[in-house]
Protein backbone atom coordinates (compact mmCIF):
# COMPACT_ATOMS: atom_id res chain seq x y z
CA UNK A 1 0.00 0.00 0.00
CA UNK A 2 0.40 3.65 -0.38
CA UNK A 3 0.57 4.63 3.31
CA UNK A 4 1.33 8.29 4.87
CA UNK A 5 2.13 7.99 8.11
CA UNK A 6 1.86 11.54 10.51
CA UNK A 7 3.91 12.02 13.17
CA UNK A 8 6.67 9.98 11.27
CA UNK A 9 9.49 11.71 13.76
CA UNK A 10 8.43 10.53 17.16
CA UNK A 11 9.26 7.67 19.08
CA UNK A 12 6.60 5.51 17.95
CA UNK A 13 6.42 6.85 14.10
CA UNK A 14 9.84 6.09 13.13
CA UNK A 15 9.39 2.62 14.18
CA UNK A 16 6.61 2.42 12.24
CA UNK A 17 8.02 3.78 8.92
CA UNK A 18 10.73 1.92 9.46
CA UNK A 19 8.88 -1.37 9.81
CA UNK A 20 6.02 -0.32 7.42
CA UNK A 21 8.70 -0.01 4.55
CA UNK A 22 10.93 -3.28 5.60
CA UNK A 23 7.10 -4.99 5.02
CA UNK A 24 7.42 -3.97 1.43
CA UNK A 25 5.19 -0.62 1.76
CA UNK A 26 5.50 2.66 0.24
CA UNK A 27 5.17 5.17 2.78
CA UNK A 28 5.71 9.03 2.97
CA UNK A 29 6.26 10.72 6.71
CA UNK A 30 4.28 13.60 7.38
CA UNK A 31 5.74 15.64 10.46
CA UNK A 32 6.23 19.16 11.73
CA UNK A 33 10.13 18.53 12.60
CA UNK A 34 11.94 15.91 10.42
CA UNK A 35 14.71 15.37 8.06
CA UNK A 36 14.41 17.01 4.76
CA UNK A 37 14.45 14.26 2.17
CA UNK A 38 12.51 11.48 -0.06
CA UNK A 39 9.68 10.09 1.66
CA UNK A 40 9.32 12.88 4.47
CA UNK A 41 7.28 15.93 3.84
CA UNK A 42 6.91 18.88 6.75
CA UNK A 43 3.45 20.12 7.48
CA UNK A 44 1.78 21.87 9.79
CA UNK A 45 -1.19 19.33 10.78
CA UNK A 46 -3.37 22.43 12.21
CA UNK A 47 -3.52 24.23 8.95
CA UNK A 48 -6.29 22.32 6.53
CA UNK A 49 -4.89 23.44 3.91
CA UNK A 50 -1.80 21.82 3.92
CA UNK A 51 -3.24 18.73 5.18
CA UNK A 52 -5.19 18.31 2.20
CA UNK A 53 -2.19 19.48 -0.20
CA UNK A 54 0.45 16.73 1.45
CA UNK A 55 -2.36 14.02 0.93
CA UNK A 56 -2.93 14.71 -3.13
CA UNK A 57 0.61 15.31 -4.15
CA UNK A 58 3.96 16.79 -3.47
CA UNK A 59 5.97 17.36 -6.25
CA UNK A 60 7.59 13.93 -7.53
CA UNK A 61 7.31 12.28 -3.69
CA UNK A 62 3.98 10.38 -4.30
CA UNK A 63 0.56 11.14 -6.64
CA UNK A 64 -1.79 10.03 -3.49
CA UNK A 65 -2.31 7.35 -1.02
CA UNK A 66 -4.12 3.72 -0.30
CA UNK A 67 -4.14 4.28 3.56
CA UNK A 68 -3.56 7.05 6.47
CA UNK A 69 -1.46 6.31 9.57
CA UNK A 70 -2.04 9.02 11.69
CA UNK A 71 0.18 9.30 15.13
CA UNK A 72 1.15 12.90 15.11
CA UNK A 73 0.21 14.26 18.49
CA UNK A 74 1.76 15.96 22.03
CA UNK A 75 2.00 12.48 23.09
CA UNK A 76 0.98 12.83 26.89
CA UNK A 77 -0.41 15.05 29.41
CA UNK A 78 1.61 17.89 31.25
CA UNK A 79 4.02 18.37 28.39
CA UNK A 80 2.50 21.55 27.34
CA UNK A 81 -0.16 23.47 28.69
CA UNK A 82 -4.06 21.86 28.75
CA UNK A 83 -5.32 24.35 25.81
CA UNK A 84 -2.38 23.98 23.91
CA UNK A 85 -2.79 20.05 23.50
CA UNK A 86 -6.32 20.37 22.92
CA UNK A 87 -5.92 23.12 20.20
CA UNK A 88 -3.71 20.86 18.79
CA UNK A 89 -4.07 17.25 19.16
CA UNK A 90 -8.03 17.78 18.09
CA UNK A 91 -7.98 19.61 15.22
CA UNK A 92 -4.96 17.84 13.55
CA UNK A 93 -7.11 14.64 14.00
CA UNK A 94 -10.27 16.31 12.71
CA UNK A 95 -7.50 17.74 9.90
CA UNK A 96 -5.95 14.51 8.98
CA UNK A 97 -9.36 12.21 8.86
CA UNK A 98 -11.84 14.99 7.20
CA UNK A 99 -8.87 15.43 4.48
CA UNK A 100 -8.60 11.38 3.54
CA UNK A 101 -12.19 11.14 3.65
CA UNK A 102 -12.56 13.62 0.97
CA UNK A 103 -9.46 12.52 -1.00
CA UNK A 104 -11.27 8.81 -1.28
CA UNK A 105 -8.83 7.06 1.50
CA UNK A 106 -10.72 4.77 3.33
CA UNK A 107 -8.43 3.07 5.59
CA UNK A 108 -7.37 4.93 8.80
CA UNK A 109 -5.70 3.63 11.34
CA UNK A 110 -4.98 6.29 14.43
CA UNK A 111 -3.37 6.36 17.56
CA UNK A 112 -5.78 6.67 20.84
CA UNK A 113 -4.61 5.76 23.96
CA UNK A 114 -5.09 3.66 26.96
CA UNK A 115 -5.52 6.58 29.29
CA UNK A 116 -9.26 6.35 27.74
CA UNK A 117 -9.59 3.32 30.45
CA UNK A 118 -9.25 5.89 33.49
CA UNK A 119 -5.58 6.15 33.71
CA UNK A 120 -3.96 6.83 36.12
CA UNK A 121 -6.19 5.05 38.18
CA UNK A 122 -6.59 7.26 41.28
CA UNK A 123 -10.12 5.82 40.59
CA UNK A 124 -9.56 2.79 40.55
CA UNK A 125 -11.01 0.64 37.47
CA UNK A 126 -14.04 -1.43 37.23
CA UNK A 127 -12.34 -4.20 36.82
CA UNK A 128 -8.68 -5.78 36.07
CA UNK A 129 -8.14 -6.72 33.69
CA UNK A 130 -9.08 -4.03 32.02
CA UNK A 131 -10.20 -4.29 28.42
CA UNK A 132 -12.88 -1.99 25.64
CA UNK A 133 -16.00 -2.93 27.06
CA UNK A 134 -16.81 -0.33 29.61
CA UNK A 135 -17.43 3.48 28.49
CA UNK A 136 -14.17 6.05 28.81
CA UNK A 137 -13.12 7.31 31.58
CA UNK A 138 -10.84 10.59 30.49
CA UNK A 139 -9.08 11.93 33.89
CA UNK A 140 -7.39 14.67 31.88
CA UNK A 141 -7.92 17.11 28.55
CA UNK A 142 -5.33 14.96 26.72
CA UNK A 143 -7.62 12.20 27.10
CA UNK A 144 -10.43 13.88 26.70
CA UNK A 145 -9.29 14.87 23.59
CA UNK A 146 -8.84 10.94 22.42
CA UNK A 147 -12.01 10.06 23.47
CA UNK A 148 -13.17 13.10 21.92
CA UNK A 149 -11.70 11.59 18.67
CA UNK A 150 -13.15 8.18 18.94
CA UNK A 151 -16.74 9.79 19.38
CA UNK A 152 -15.91 11.76 15.89
CA UNK A 153 -14.69 8.70 13.77
CA UNK A 154 -17.90 6.60 15.06
CA UNK A 155 -19.61 9.70 13.17
CA UNK A 156 -17.57 9.80 10.43
CA UNK A 157 -17.83 5.97 9.69
CA UNK A 158 -21.71 6.23 10.08
CA UNK A 159 -21.70 9.10 7.16
CA UNK A 160 -19.30 6.89 4.94
CA UNK A 161 -20.35 3.13 5.52
CA UNK A 162 -17.39 2.10 3.30
CA UNK A 163 -14.80 3.84 5.27
CA UNK A 164 -12.85 2.13 7.99
CA UNK A 165 -11.68 3.63 10.74
CA UNK A 166 -9.14 1.96 13.96
CA UNK A 167 -8.35 3.35 16.52
CA UNK A 168 -5.71 1.91 18.93
CA UNK A 169 -5.41 2.59 22.17
CA UNK A 170 -1.30 2.50 22.88
CA UNK A 171 0.27 1.77 25.88
CA UNK A 172 3.00 3.42 26.81
CA UNK A 173 5.41 3.08 23.88
CA UNK A 174 9.32 1.65 24.19
CA UNK A 175 12.26 1.55 22.64
CA UNK A 176 14.57 -2.05 23.48
CA UNK A 177 17.01 0.42 25.10
CA UNK A 178 14.07 1.29 27.94
CA UNK A 179 14.19 -1.76 28.88
CA UNK A 180 17.23 -1.69 31.50
CA UNK A 181 14.99 0.51 33.78
CA UNK A 182 12.35 -2.48 33.97
CA UNK A 183 13.77 -4.25 36.66
CA UNK A 184 14.01 -0.98 39.22
CA UNK A 185 9.97 -0.97 39.20
CA UNK A 186 9.57 -3.99 41.62
CA UNK A 187 10.71 -2.31 44.40
CA UNK A 188 7.46 0.01 44.70
CA UNK A 189 4.39 -1.36 43.19
CA UNK A 190 3.31 2.17 43.05
CA UNK A 191 5.85 3.07 40.60
CA UNK A 192 3.59 1.92 37.49
CA UNK A 193 0.81 1.36 38.59
CA UNK A 194 -0.97 4.43 36.97
CA UNK A 195 -1.10 2.11 33.76
CA UNK A 196 -1.94 -1.54 35.02
CA UNK A 197 2.49 -1.93 34.94
CA UNK A 198 1.33 -2.28 31.27
CA UNK A 199 3.83 -1.09 28.10
CA UNK A 200 4.36 -1.80 24.33
CA UNK A 201 7.25 -2.06 22.57
CA UNK A 202 6.99 0.23 19.59
CA UNK A 203 7.80 -2.43 16.83
CA UNK A 204 4.51 -4.60 18.10
CA UNK A 205 3.13 -1.37 17.61
CA UNK A 206 4.13 -1.11 14.28
CA UNK A 207 2.89 -5.11 13.71
CA UNK A 208 -0.64 -3.79 15.60
CA UNK A 209 -0.97 -0.56 12.80
CA UNK A 210 -0.07 -3.17 10.04
CA UNK A 211 -2.64 -5.74 11.03
CA UNK A 212 -5.48 -2.70 11.30
CA UNK A 213 -4.46 -1.82 7.71
CA UNK A 214 -4.64 -5.29 6.32
CA UNK A 215 -7.62 -6.33 7.90
CA UNK A 216 -9.39 -3.03 7.43
CA UNK A 217 -12.78 -3.83 9.27
CA UNK A 218 -15.63 -1.49 7.95
CA UNK A 219 -16.84 0.82 10.61
CA UNK A 220 -15.03 1.82 13.60
CA UNK A 221 -13.15 -0.05 16.27
CA UNK A 222 -10.92 0.28 18.97
CA UNK A 223 -8.81 -1.77 20.42
CA UNK A 224 -5.72 -1.56 23.32
CA UNK A 225 -2.52 -2.59 22.21
CA UNK A 226 -0.11 -3.59 24.43
CA UNK A 227 2.91 -6.39 25.18
CA UNK A 228 1.56 -9.51 26.56
CA UNK A 229 3.02 -8.98 29.59
CA UNK A 230 3.57 -6.75 32.19
CA UNK A 231 6.79 -4.14 33.54
CA UNK A 232 7.00 -6.08 36.77
CA UNK A 233 8.55 -9.45 37.78
CA UNK A 234 6.41 -9.98 40.35
CA UNK A 235 3.11 -11.79 40.06
CA UNK A 236 0.11 -9.67 38.95
CA UNK A 237 -1.75 -11.36 41.86
CA UNK A 238 0.33 -9.85 44.54
CA UNK A 239 0.49 -6.76 42.41
CA UNK A 240 -3.21 -6.40 42.32
CA UNK A 241 -4.36 -7.55 46.46
CA UNK A 242 -1.48 -4.41 47.19
CA UNK A 243 -2.71 -1.98 45.14
CA UNK A 244 -6.13 -2.58 44.00
CA UNK A 245 -7.30 -5.07 46.64
CA UNK A 246 -11.18 -3.97 46.43
CA UNK A 247 -11.03 -4.09 42.35
CA UNK A 248 -13.19 -7.38 40.85
CA UNK A 249 -10.99 -9.78 38.89
CA UNK A 250 -12.34 -10.56 35.64
CA UNK A 251 -10.54 -13.82 34.41
CA UNK A 252 -7.60 -15.42 35.20
CA UNK A 253 -4.70 -13.03 35.87
CA UNK A 254 -1.70 -14.99 35.02
CA UNK A 255 1.77 -14.51 36.26
CA UNK A 256 3.20 -11.50 34.65
CA UNK A 257 0.31 -11.56 31.55
CA UNK A 258 -0.28 -7.91 30.54
CA UNK A 259 -3.26 -6.40 32.75
CA UNK A 260 -4.67 -4.55 29.48
CA UNK A 261 -5.97 -7.02 27.79
CA UNK A 262 -5.07 -7.38 24.05
CA UNK A 263 -8.11 -10.49 23.37
CA UNK A 264 -10.26 -7.96 21.24
CA UNK A 265 -7.12 -7.13 18.88
CA UNK A 266 -5.43 -10.56 18.90
CA UNK A 267 -9.10 -11.68 17.88
CA UNK A 268 -9.94 -9.53 15.57
CA UNK A 269 -6.75 -7.84 13.91
CA UNK A 270 -4.81 -11.07 14.58
CA UNK A 271 -2.17 -8.80 16.42
CA UNK A 272 -0.09 -11.10 18.24
CA UNK A 273 2.91 -9.12 20.08
CA UNK A 274 6.59 -10.49 19.09
CA UNK A 275 8.84 -8.44 21.75
CA UNK A 276 9.04 -8.46 25.64
CA UNK A 277 11.50 -6.54 27.84
CA UNK A 278 12.50 -10.03 29.38
CA UNK A 279 14.23 -11.22 26.51
CA UNK A 280 15.78 -7.98 24.99
CA UNK A 281 18.20 -7.40 28.66
Not at 108 to 117: H, R
Given at each position: MRIAVTGSSGKLGSVVVRELRAAGHEVTGLDAVGRRGPGFVQVDLTDYGQVVDALTAVNDQHDGFDALVHLAA???????????????????????????IRLGIRR????????????PFDVPPPYIPVDEDYPPRPESVYSLVKVLEERMATELVRWHPDLSITALRFSNVMWPEDYDAFPSYDSDALL??????????ARDGAQA?????DAAIPGFGAYIIAAADTVMSRPNAELVAEVFPDV?????????????????????????PRHSWRDER
Open positions: IPAPGIRPDVATFHNNMPSTFNAMWAAIVYASSETVLGLRKWNLWGYIDIERALPVKGDLGTNDTLLSIGKARRLLGYA
